[in-house]
């Protein structure tokens, strides 16, 4: 299982957190929302996105997981009692249970995002997007800037948005990202560049 980008996920996890989310494969199909709260680790899915079927999994860092999961109330429990009461339409308490968990779970996705893309963009701040190459951009500078060398595979970071480049940026150790370029067809859109960093002085 690939581990989502930020916001979904937080934009730094440890080895430890990163081969757990990777062990879901096959206990979900979706990741919705992946939290940090001490030493647990919140991953919130679904089997798949056409799945009624919630759960939230929380791996401790002691060494431990716990799984709850619930099924969301489909269209046709909720059509059924109201053709039962002739229009007079009530929840039933199971039904407003598992209406409540769904708000519950809905919300601490959102909470989550919104916790992991905060802490992301203050991290990232620093790290500039520029679209001339290393070279000019040292003279603009006045500071030596080395590329830093990824795998034979990838010469360029790419990301679906910018934020996510600057995150790729970020875990390389990158100070800044040089030959920006932004890339739309018809059905995708997305941002390549170059990771720099500051020569250390000798």
């Not at 056409?50 to 109330?73: A, H, Q, W």
């Not at 963009?121 to 951009?137: G, M, P, R």
């Not at 060398?149 to 875990?171: C, M, T």
Request: proline share 3%.
């Amino acid at each position: 299982m690939n581990i989502p980008e930020v916001p979904i996920a937080p934009l730094e996890l440890d080895e430890e957190a990163k081969e757990f989310i990777i062990s879901l494969e096959g206990r979900l199909g979706t990741i919705e929302a992946i939290g940090i709260e001490g030493k647990d680790v919140f991953v919130l899915g679904r089997p798949g996105w056409v799945s009624r079927n919630f759960f939230e999994i929380v791996y401790n860092k002691d060494g431990y997981d716990r799984e709850s999961s619930f099924k969301s109330v489909g269209v046709s429990e909720i059509v059924l009692p109201i053709v039962l009461t002739l229009g007079l339409f009530q929840l039933t308490p199971w039904m407003s249970a598992r209406r409540h968990k769904e708000k519950e779970y809905r919300e601490k996705v959102e909470n989550f995002k919104a916790k992991n893309l905060a802490d992301a963009e203050a991290k990232l701040e620093h790290i500039k997007v520029y679209q001339v190459d290393a070279s000019f951009l040292e003279k603009q500078l006045g500071k030596s800037l080395e590329i830093i060398e990824l795998s034979q595979a990838e010469q360029f970071l790419e990301a679906e948005n910018i934020l996510n480049l600057r995150a790729a940026a970020y875990r390389v150790g990158a100070n800044a990202i040089t030959n920006f370029q932004e890339f739309e067809t018809r059905y995708t859109h997305w941002f390549m560049g170059t990771p720099v960093k500051f020569a250390e002085k000798r």
